[in-house]
């Protein structure tokens, strides 16, 4: 019984934070919602890298690219007459596929060569993709006419969100979340014991790209127009890497937290002119903040404030008498 309480705990603080973020549009502005819908992309992206990063170790600088596959299916496939959200689960099933495709030789490699191949797959799908006429090239597509409805897209991101979050806890809490933290810390170890790392690695791997894609194609019939340059950004892919290590790898709420942060922080620098293109130097200067000060990130600084706070239990109060 003791285990089930923080279960159902978890259940009832995301099922409160789905209503509310549901019920959202009945007391908020459109610009609120807006910065709602692009936090909780910020969210999926990092939640979903974390499986893959945090839980199995295996650091991919390559996101980007499930996010074109996504956008880029939900785009082609609209213009040809197909409901937006219907194409949402061909576009997973093809980013899982290409994760299968990319990662069979990529796993062979570690540390940071695998990153570095990563890498390099990411910019060449953005060429392929600026290269070929059926995806527009270079100059991208556009949604057909008649395909937006920002509050189908806001509740669609937003339940995305949730979900995610509560399945990578999961994941974590599972099995496959136990054989995927064995390969994090020693991959040889594990492989001793009888865990097929390299499976592992992969359906986690196609996991993580599926939800990416899907978010990808939720992108694409919110803005209505999607480019290379715009979903196949190499910058996006260092992001979707730092949210999670800013907030705490290999935790649940850390990517929460960094996607909060970095949400925030990407809403006030575009507000800002001269601040605009110097995110990723401030998303620098905090990486290095946080590898030199707090490993952990903004959970682990929330964990050493919360254990110093209690050091100093309450003084009672002397009798006035």
Not at 204 to 224: E, M
């Amino acid at each position: 019984m003791r285990k089930r309480l923080p279960s159902i705990r978890r259940l009832a603080i995301g099922a409160a934070a789905l209503l509310f973020l549901l019920a959202a549009p009945q007391f908020l502005e459109r610009g609120s919602l807006n910065d709602i819908w692009n936090v909780a992309f910020a969210v999926i992206l990092a939640s979903a890298w974390n499986m893959l990063g945090g839980f199995a170790g295996q650091v991919s600088i390559g996101y980007c690219a499930f996010i074109g596959i996504g956008a880029y299916t939900t785009a082609l496939l609209a213009g040809n007459g197909v409901n937006p959200y219907a194409t949402l689960p061909l576009a997973a099933l093809l980013a899982a596929g290409f994760s299968l495709v990319i990662g069979l030789p990529t796993f062979r490699l570690r540390g940071p060569y695998f990153t570095i191949a990563t890498i390099g797959v990411s910019e060449a799908v953005r060429v392929m993709a600026a290269g070929v006429s059926f995806t527009g090239g270079s100059s991208g597509l556009r949604m057909p006419a008649g395909s937006f409805d920002f509050g189908t897209a806001y509740a669609a991101m937003v339940i995305l969100a949730v979900g995610v979050v509560a399945l990578a806890a999961g994941v974590k809490a599972s099995p496959f979340g136990l054989a995927l933290a064995a390969i994090r810390q020693d991959i040889d170890a594990a492989e001793a014991l009888g865990v097929n790392s390299t499976k592992y690695k992969l359906l986690v791997h196609a996991l993580s790209a599926a939800i990416v894609a899907v978010a990808g194609g939720l992108f694409a019939i919110n803005f209505q127009y999607i480019s290379p340059g715009s979903v196949f950004d190499f910058r996006l892919s260092l992001s979707i890497v730092l949210m999670p290590i800013v907030g705490g790898l290999g935790t649940i709420a850390g990517p929460v937290l960094g996607a909060l942060l970095f949400g925030y922080l990407q809403i006030k620098l575009l507000s800002s002119p001269g601040l605009r293109d110097s995110y990723l130097f401030i998303y620098g200067g905090m990486l290095i903040a946080v590898m030199l000060f707090e490993p952990r990130g903004l959970l682990g600084l929330l964990q050493r404030l919360r254990r110093f706070l209690w050091r100093f239990p309450s003084r009672p109060v002397p009798d006035a008498g």
